[in-house]
């Protein structure tokens, strides 16, 4: 049986580039950049005066020690000065306004005396470039401002705005369609009879798909029927990514497997060393679509979709995997597997420290133990305990 | 000066209810709930069978030591007993389907030997309700399922379908306007002279209210002129969040304040034991909704945001604060205000432990620190030094 990081690995050798299109920076928050993004300009693109002030000849100061000065002029953000200044001079700047270029620092008004027309001031020494943001100090023009390649966040559009980019080319989205299979499944518009369960399932994982911004998502419930099953998928084989979730336990449960054998799809494996999640099949199509078949436990399914399903997802998008932060666990954690375990943990943040406290759950069915989680712990396959306060891999829900 | 979290605590007692609306559960994901969700059945619903094999009486095992049994029905998930079962017999029974009433355990089709009609077992003991998932064990009909004030999350999207509710009350949104001054500020789709800045902060703003799915923002570029601002200001008092960036700084400054107060909004406070972020003026209008009015620095904007203007939004959403997670620092720090600072900082995860790698930056009109950082961390006022290692407080920018 595979172990988690083969079976990642294996899936992620099946991932492939979804091509790009092009979207208003309005539409851009939570896409992923598909080019890399260069300034067109310095930034800052002039001396840029940092402070409300007076702008100076340093030398005026530090060599002529001149501390009385005529103010020949008003300097707003987005204004040119008009004159030339000279020594013995000064131009009365505001925060964000170009140093003019006679100019080489700025005293800040705290330390001067201003009389119409007159600046005093008490410093006898100034910096050369004091209080001036200087031209290209944060970023030069043609340098690259965001590599491609990752998904755009608040600070990000800021700077596709500082660049002037408002036509962003992003990855395109996957087409994606989940199907819950299984008899006792009805959909939560429905009313439920004693042996039936609501599909929660598609929900689950529209959600993690929304998370990237995929919305355009088909869903489908199908019974454990062999035809119905065939009929069903075999209209979702041009999907990019097709989840199946029920139906692969191995009572009904060679349907699931049997039917996309029939219709092609080619099954790379079926289990992996992983609690919960399994059974996990995972096939490709004749086109090279990825199917993935979960077990019809919700847990299971939120955790077959972080560990395998969001780095494939996130390997198509050509973006780093989701890195998993370190805490100490708020407990002992025993486990009889040689599985790599999964288990649902709380943040809390005390004293100073922040610490997972793993939340009582009853398997993979538990449909409660996710919602008071924060995201899932990894107890290590090699490890039998993991002692109090010891450091492990955390992954975020989102 | 007011502190951090005296200025907090003023913004947050201003913070109102925003009403409710429902949502279809297929536009609910990232909604915030707005009312606590029950559970209308037991979960699991009936005795569910947790593996594939046969349902017994444990006493048959146990007392009487059968261990050969008829098989007398083959029950799926979504079927329902016909048989009633007697001792020596057993049903053939599917992972999810409901235990029959006359059985109390269920045998892991591994344990037993199978022939037509038959079923033999090696088992000697076998503990009542093995490999069944009781009724209710998980939650019991009548109980509170998913409480109210929560972001509507992948697992909460799950736990609404378990409880049949397609239809979700969830908070309404903020109405919001973003209004960038400054006569050196234009629009990203307008070429650029020299002198002038295109604007990135309203673009960064509208990126963090979208992790909120409040998409729908009015946004105005304005002048620095004082009939400018009261006529292009003065149309958006009826939103209930207002954000204003630049133009409070001293110099220009006082026109801002100046407008406000001439538009009959409420100034609260204007400056902030904060870096960056300063200054951060804050006001009510007459009909009681928040105007933010920041500096024009894009990392002082986002600092803004995080600190400020989000706790304000998810206290109207009655959200839990955004707990910080603390991490050691990857570095020394030391500073020279009494001031709160906030600094870019990268989580970075080896050796099984996870700290914040602080990013270089050259203040608050940085444009590339904080895209490459994962949030901020917090140099708290009374530290002069943060050492090595020290764990700090930190915020994800999401």
Same sequence: chains 1, 2.
């Avoid at 800021?158 to 959909?187: D, F, M, Q, R």
Wanted: glycine share 8%; hydrophobic share 40%; proline share 5%.
């Amino acid at each position: 049986m595979l172990t988690v990081k083969e079976a990642q690995s294996i899936i992620n050798s099946y991932s492939f580039f979804l091509g790009t299109e092009e979207v208003d920076i309005d539409h851009a928050f939570n896409r992923i950049l598909a080019e890399d993004i260069y300034t067109d300009r310095d930034y800052p693109p002039f001396n840029r005066s940092a402070m409300d002030g007076f702008a100076i000849k340093s030398a005026d100061i530090n060599d002529k020690q001149i501390n009385e000065f005529e103010v020949i002029e008003d300097l707003f953000a987005g204004d040119i000065a008009a004159k030339e200044m000279q020594s013995g001079q000064c131009i009365r700047i505001m925060t964000g306004a170009p140093v003019p270029s006679s100019a080489n620092a700025v005293i800040r008004v705290e330390d001067t005396v201003n009389q119409p027309g007159t600046m005093h001031t008490k410093l006898n020494t100034i910096k050369p470039w004091q209080n001036i943001s200087l031209k290209g100090e944060d970023i030069n023009k043609s340098e690259m401002l965001v590599r491609k390649n990752q998904v755009i966040n608040p600070a990000i559009l800021g700077a596709l705005a500082v660049a002037g980019k408002y036509k962003i080319k992003v990855h395109k989205l996957p087409a994606v369609a989940i199907v819950s299979t299984g008899n006792e499944i009805i959909s939560i518009k429905n009313p439920v009879k004693p042996y039936q369960i609501r599909d929660s399932n598609s929900h689950t994982l529209k959600g993690f798909f929304k998370q990237y911004d995929i919305g355009n998502i088909e869903t489908l419930l199908l019974a454990d029927k062999k035809e119905e099953l065939k009929s069903g998928i075999g209209k979702l084989l041009d999907k990019d990514i097709l989840i199946l979730s029920g139906g692969v336990s191995k009572g009904d449960a060679d349907f699931i497997p049997e039917v996309l054998a029939f219709l092609g799809v080619k099954e790379i494996f079926h289990r992996v060393q992983i609690k919960p999640g399994n059974p996990f099949w995972f096939g490709i199509t004749s086109a090279g679509k990825a199917v993935f078949a979960l077990p019809g436990n919700p847990f299971s399914v939120q955790v077959a979709f972080k560990v395998f399903i969001e780095p494939y997802l996130r390997k198509c998008f050509a973006l780093e995997p989701m890195a998993s932060l370190y805490f100490p666990l708020l407990g002992l954690k025993n486990k009889k597997t040689k599985f790599d375990e999964y288990f649902p943990c709380r943040l809390i943040s005390e004293n100073n420290s922040t610490g997972l406290l793993p939340i009582d759950f009853n398997g993979s069915g538990d449909i409660t133990a996710s919602i008071h989680s924060d995201g899932i712990g990894l107890h290590l396959s090699d490890e039998e305990t993991i002692n109090e306060q010891s450091s492990i891999p955390f992954l975020l829900w989102n």
